[in-house]
Nanobody
Framework: VQLQASGGGLVQAGGSLRLSCAASGLTFSYHVMGWFRQAPGKEREFVAAISWSGGSTDYSDSVTGRFTISRDNTRNTVYLQMNTLKPEDTAVYYC???????????????????????WGQGTQVTVSS
């Protein structure tokens, strides 16, 4: 299984970036997809998640209204559109995949780092003030 994240870069505060995560080696439409981020010296934190169909999404409070997660199951790709970026959004962003049946009806699990089975290598996002 490979999750290849891309689209990171350097942007000024108020700007936008779109991250992509291309998946291979797994049945993509079978998996919940999530985005997490980790800033230097901090723990990895939840950013957003999307259900297998795209019908359900979840966001952390810090990005609600600014970020949008989406997926294209025909392209095995999940996206994170990031608008109105702030310096505190600076981090390495990781995509992750978790098996839908493992939720067992507990959607809140998508916020947990430990619930996901597969992780990508990360892409750096730097927001300058």
């Amino acid at each position: 299984v490979q999750l290849q994240a891309s689209g990171g870069g350097l942007v000024q505060a108020g700007g936008s970036l779109r991250l992509s995560c291309a998946a291979s080696g797994l049945t993509f439409s079978y998996h919940v997809m999530g985005w997490f981020r980790q800033a230097p010296g901090k723990e990895r934190e939840f950013v957003a998640a999307i259900s297998w169909s795209g019908g359900s999404t979840d966001y952390s409070d810090s990005v609600t209204g600014r970020f949008t997660i989406s997926r294209d199951n025909t392209r095995n790709t999940v996206y994170l559109q990031m608008n109105t970026l702030k310096p505190e959004d600076t981090a390495v962003y990781y995509c992750a995949a978790g098996r839908t049946p493992a939720l067992a009806g507990s959607w809140s699990l998508v916020r947990s780092v430990g619930w996901y089975t597969y992780w990508g290598q990360g892409t750096q996002v730097t927001v300058s003030s």
